[in-house]
């Protein structure tokens, strides 16, 4: 096949997908919108920034950057970012036309989704391709509704696209309502195509020691605030207990909170870390908690559920897909610190629930999330898709 994606070159998991399609021997191109290096080999990069993406620096990775600077940037992409999209347009509708693809996939509606729907429309190609989004966890929850132009955008989107991969079975009917073709095909599976078995799995003895990881770094979705007022409510009742924060070291507000809350002693702060790394860190946990309002299937919370963690996390839709509480992990108000400690020390007390819940996960992420298997999958999709009838693109 020949594939055209357009991606945040930058992303561990846009990069974790797309990979598998160039070491397997595809034809395989990427439109990144923001400036990349790449570990694996493409037959074209090109550089295709929006949304402001160009004034970010190479080294930077999604998500990095000061609390309060993610809110402030986030706001601006959503109220300016959509002005961006036609200029932009014009450069990948250049490279559509020259690379004349198979399938042309944005892996995200805000911004790629948005830009590729806007090349389409502005000119037709001279070969049928077949347009693919997928949705990443709160593109429609979080940013559609968020300006009216980003609600255009994401219409736009959706009624161009001939299919669509999801995370979770809740964003397909969330698609449906935003304009996708009741008969466009879809399909469900993890964002960044799957649980890798030789990264991602549980340690050869059950975790003794009372350590929690917060893997979701700041987000602006994400309640960290309340999750570190939820520690010394753990700490009252369970002094021993340790907690782990994913790519917070350094971070200004996290330093204030753990400085007022006097949790010095019992908090990490990690810096970013490889997959490899974060496996590890996973595997020396009892907790996974990701205290998020706004989420599709968080990988690493399947990341740290793979590696037999016991998830505590938002009481989300999407969220329920993967756990039941009570039996396989806690849900819980994210908004709410005595709820995240409630579930955290029923967590540390119950090895029974803890012990069960590991196997239950293990084999719902073999079943539903191993890589390999999900990435069969997406290829069968992709074929199918380029062999459905023509749809006509536009908006």
């Known amino acids: ?19 598998y399609f160039a070491e397997r021997g595809d034809e395989v191109y990427l439109a990144s919108t923001f400036a990349c290096e790449l570990d694996f080999p493409v037959k074209r990069l090109e550089l295709t920034p929006v949304a402001f993406s160009a004034v970010k620096k190479q080294t930077s990775t999604p998500g990095s950057g000061s609390s309060r600077t993610l809110g402030l940037r986030t706001l601006i992409r959503q109220w300016l970012g959509p002005l961006t999209i036609s ?103 993890p964002g960044n195509g799957g649980i890798r078995g030789d990264v991602f799995y549980p340690p050869k003895e059950f975790v003794k020691e009372p350590v929690i990881i917060n893997p979701r770094g700041f987000r602006a979705y994400v309640k960290n605030e309340a999750f570190f007022k939820s520690i010394p409510l753990v700490l009252a009742k369970r002094s021993d207990a340790r907690f ?36 590890e860190v996973f595997r020396g946990a009892q907790i996974v908690v990701s205290p998020s309002v ?36 806690l849900l819980v108000d994210p908004n709410n610190p005595q709820a995240i400690a409630d579930a955290i020390l029923i967590a540390l007390e119950r090895e029974d629930l803890r012990r069960e819940a590991a196997g239950l996960n293990a084999n719902m992420i073999s079943a539903k999330a191993e890589y390999g298997r999900t990435m069969e999958r997406v290829v069968e999709f992709y074929r199918s898709v380029i062999m459905s009838a023509s749809h006509q693109t536009g908006g």
């Open 87 to 189: 200029r932009s347009a014009r450069k990948l509708r250049a490279f559509i036309q020259e690379v004349q693809p198979d399938i042309l996939h944005a892996l995200r509606v805000p911004y790629e989704g948005m830009l590729a729907a806007e090349a389409l429309s502005g000119g037709r190609v001279s070969r049928p391709l077949k347009f693919i989004v997928s949705i990443w966890g709160n593109d429609f929850t979080l940013h559609a509704p968020s300006t009216p132009l980003m609600g255009y955008y994401t219409r736009k989107v959706m009624k161009a696209a001939d299919a669509l991969h999801a995370d979770c079975e809740r964003d397909i009917r969330l698609a449906r309502a935003w304009g996708l073709g009741a008969e466009s095909p879809t399909l469900v599976a």
């Open 294 to 329: 706004h989420d599709g299937t968080p990988n690493s919370l399947i990341e740290g559920m793979a590696c037999g963690c016991f998830p505590v996390a938002g009481d989300l839709e999407s969220i329920r897909e993967w756990i039941t509480p009570g039996q396989n992990g």
């Open 244 to 279: 782990v924060c994913s790519s917070m070291q350094g971070e200004a507000q996290a330093l204030k909170w753990i400085q007022e809350l006097g949790i010095e002693h019992a908090v990490q702060l990690n810096p970013p870390l490889s997959h490899a790394q974060m496996g």
């Open 1 to 19: 096949m020949k594939i055209l994606f357009v991606a945040d070159g930058r992303s561990p998991i846009s990069r974790n997908w797309i990979r």
